[in-house]
Structure formats: C-alpha cells, structure tokens
C-alpha cells in the first residue's frame, strides 16, 4: 500500500533525526577565527584575503561532507546532496560569511554552517530525500564595503545590471565594476550568473534577528514575513576649504555644517515617520569622508552614506523624497554644491506565506516558543524570493545587538535554529511540486 507523503516523509525521517550540535558549533567557531579583531570583533569585507578564506574554508568542509561542490563565476558555493530525479528542483539553503567591518561572528555564518549541519545529518543518516538539497554561501550580501548588498544573490537572481554598480565604490576608491571587471565579469557575462528557476524547489535561511523581538518576547524562533529593503544614497556637499583661524563665519562655505544638518533632519523625520501609521522608517548615515579632515582647514568637500529603510515601500520612498529635498534646500542656503547619487533601492519583500506554515508547525510540535515577524535588516532571501519560494527562521541576538563585537546567539539557540531548519528542508523537500 503506498503511503502517504507524510508516512513517508515519517518513515524515512525518523524524529530522532539530530544534527550534531557540536560539529555544528565547531564549524562555526573555526570560521570565526578568520578576520577575528580586537576585543573578538569580526572582519571579513567582500573580496577580501580573510573573506576568500573563510569561503575557501566552506569549500573545505562542504568537500568533507562528501557533497558536490560548485563555485560559480562571482565565487558563490553551492554543496548539493543529490536526491530525486536529475531534473527535481533543488531546496536550498545558506546566507553568507562576509560581514561588516568590526562586526559580530554570527550574523551570516549561523545560516550556513546551520544548512551543511542539517545537510551532513541527512546524508549520513541515508535519508532518502525526493529532491537535492544545496547549501548556498552567497558573496557580498554586506552593503559595508561597496554600499551594495546581496551581491551574490542578487547576481543570482539576475537582478543586477552594470549601471546598478556605478556609484558602488570602496572607501578606497576602488570600483565594485573593475573589481567584477578584474574576475572576468562585464556587463555582457552578468546574465549568465543568473540561476534558472526552474532548478530552484525553495530557498531557506536561518539568521540571527539581529533585534530585540525575540529577546524581549521569550521566544526562540522568529518566523520571518517579510524583509525591509534600503534606499541607499551618497550625498556630497561641496563648498570651500579654508583656514580656520582666519576666515569670518559669515565667509565659510563649510561642507560639514551642511552635512551635520542633513544629518539631524535624517534622524528627525524618521522619528517622526515612524510614529505615523504609514509605518516605521529607519535613517542612518553610517560613513562620512570628509576633505581635507584636518584640524585647521574648514572641510571643503563632505561626502555621507545614507541608508533609510522600510517595511512600507511608501513610507521610505516618502522619506527618501524628503531628505533629498532637504538636501538641496540646505546646500541653496549655504551657496555651496551638492550631488546626490543613487546606490541602489530596493523594494521591501513579503516572504512566501506556503513555508510560514511549515515552519510554525514545526514549532508547534516541538513546543518552540515562536514569533511572526518582519525583518528590518536585508537578507539574501530578499533575493532568492524572486526566483523562488523564500522562508527565513531568527533565533534570539542578545540584547538586540547585531554589526558589532557584542553581537552575541547562545549556542543552544543556534542549535535549535539548525534543528528548525533540518525539519523545514525535509517538508519542503516533500511537498508536492
Ligand atoms: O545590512 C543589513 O541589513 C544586513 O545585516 N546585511
Ligand atoms: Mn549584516
Ligand atoms: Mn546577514
């Protein structure tokens, strides 16, 4: 008599089906010994030495797992465990390991050594799965280098053209273009970092929340609804370098002036906006480069990262508009120049109702006190949602902190976010086409 697809999926996925907590909490504290800082901070920029290596690490271990390891033109790793037919879309799981400058060990890394934990338990337990699982490590999801997130997955998804790099430049001055130039990627060859699919059953993510939800609610599984999207801007007011010992203040063209009440007016309206019902707006500027940035010279040329966020795509583009605007009253007011380029803006992006489901009857069984939640930091699900099925799973940040040393998931926490996702693959794997 054949069995249902839930017998079956009983059947050949016993509930004692465990991931090793240990191997698990191994991998992720032998990854993050790669760009480990002072006062146990973490860097590990795109395309840096410390970022290829952790990568080149997850090689490594993937190839130790025994699963088939493919590395695609941007340097985005995939390890498949085969199952199914050759032509059954795979599910997939991952996030990425570069991080932010001086940043914490477990934002990204969580989310893929959690998918190759749950991926080793199934191929060494010989569970027959009805489809291939992949573990996906995705470069460049951190905007901190380039000001341009999810880079891989977005390649990925194919949905990024050359003219969307133009602004995306390193504190360095180095391009985000020349680097893609310099591993043989042009405008012509971004195409075929696209993934069909068609390949593509869903994709999954564990991440830390990277805010104060969980913490503050006692659960320890956040079951993701939806992703804020950034408007990302760079604002450059230019007005006159002079000395600052000799030149009357009504005679001064000082850029940084200029920028500290853009500064102000961000952090101001976003307040503002975020107590009005058209939803919550987040502003940051995160970086400045000042010029000359010396003591005894007023600064000539001041230039801001701007970062505003949103759940509401109306609320941050109402913002966006609004602080633009303001930027060019201020420069008027003051005579001085002003550029704004656009980085990028992103749409905020509802993850896939069918996996919410999924994931809570998971905590349901198991008695896993649990959230629905949104996001308010980007993902690489933002990406892979639009070519497939997307669902993410939190577990707790301590605190709320998240892109600093303090950032901190009990190990118990991770475990169980591993333990979530294993069960969340193996339904999904089951699931009718
Ligand atoms: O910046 C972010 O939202 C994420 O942590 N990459
Ligand atoms: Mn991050
Ligand atoms: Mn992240």
Redesign the pocket.
């Known amino acids: 008599m054949i069995s249902t697809r839930q017998e079956q999926r009983a059947n050949l996925f016993p509930a004692s089906l465990a991931i090793n907590k240990k191997r698990l909490l191994n991998d992720l504290n032998a990854i993050s010994r790669i760009g480990l800082g002072e006062h146990g901070s973490m860097t590990r920029l795109v395309f840096s030495i410390k970022e290829l290596r952790s990568r080149q690490l997850l090689i490594h271990l993937m190839t130790q797992a025994g699963l088939k390891v493919h590395v695609d033109r941007i340097g985005n790793i995939f390890g498949r465990l085969n199952g199914g037919g050759p032509k059954a879309p795979a599910v997939i799981a991952g996030s990425h390991l570069d991080s932010?400058l001086h940043g914490g060990k477990f934002?990204g890394p969580v989310g893929v050594v959690g998918a190759l934990e749950a991926v080793r338990t199934l191929k060494e337990n010989k569970v027959g799965l009805p489809c291939p699982i992949e573990v996906a490590c995705f470069v460049g999801?951190?905007?901190s280098r380039f000001g341009f997130?999810t880079l891989g997955s977005s390649l990925l998804a194919g949905q990024v053209r050359m003219e969307d790099l133009a602004n995306a430049v390193d504190a360095h001055g180095t391009k985000l273009e020349d680097v893609l130039a310099s591993m043989g990627i042009y405008r012509d060859t971004l195409a075929s970092l696209k993934r069909d699919p068609a390949t593509v059953k869903a994709y999954l993510e564990l991440h830390i929340e990277?805010g104060p939800i969980l913490e503050a609610k006692k659960k320890k599984i956040g079951i993701v609804t939806a992703i804020a999207a950034?408007t990302r801007l760079k604002v450059i007011f230019t007005g006159q370098a002079d000395h600052s010992g000799t030149t009357p203040m009504e005679m001064r063209k000082d850029a940084l002036v200029a920028a500290a009440q853009l500064i102000g007016y961000i952090e101001e309206i976003c307040r503002e906006y975020s107590k009005m019902e058209q939803g919550r707006v987040v502003g940051t500027v995160g970086a400045m480069k000042i010029e000359p940035g010396v003591i005894n010279a007023i600064p000539g040329k001041v230039e801001l990262s701007v970062d505003i966020r949103s759940i509401a795509a109306k609320a941050k583009d109402r913002v966006a508009a609004m602080v633009k605007r303001r930027a060019r009253e201020i420069a008027k007011q003051r005579g001085i120049a002003l550029e704004i380029l656009p980085i990028r803006a992103e749409h905020p992006v509802p993850l896939d109702e069918s996996l919410l489901p999924v994931i809570r009857e998971i905590c349901e069984e198991k008695n896993i006190p649990y959230e629905i939640m949104p996001s308010g930091?980007?993902?690489d699900a933002m990406q892979m949602a639009k070519i497939a099925r997307a669902g993410m799973i939190f577990i707790p940040s301590k605190k709320g902190i998240?892109?600093s040393p303090l950032e901190w998931t009990a190990p118990e926490d991770i475990c169980l976010g591993a333990q979530v996702l294993l069960e969340t693959i193996v339904k999904v794997a089951y699931e009718k086409n």
Do not use: L, M, N, T
Request: proline content about 8%; overall charge negative; aromatic content about 0%.
């Open positions: 932010v934002d999801e951190e905007s997130s990277q950034p930091a980007g993902h998240s892109h």
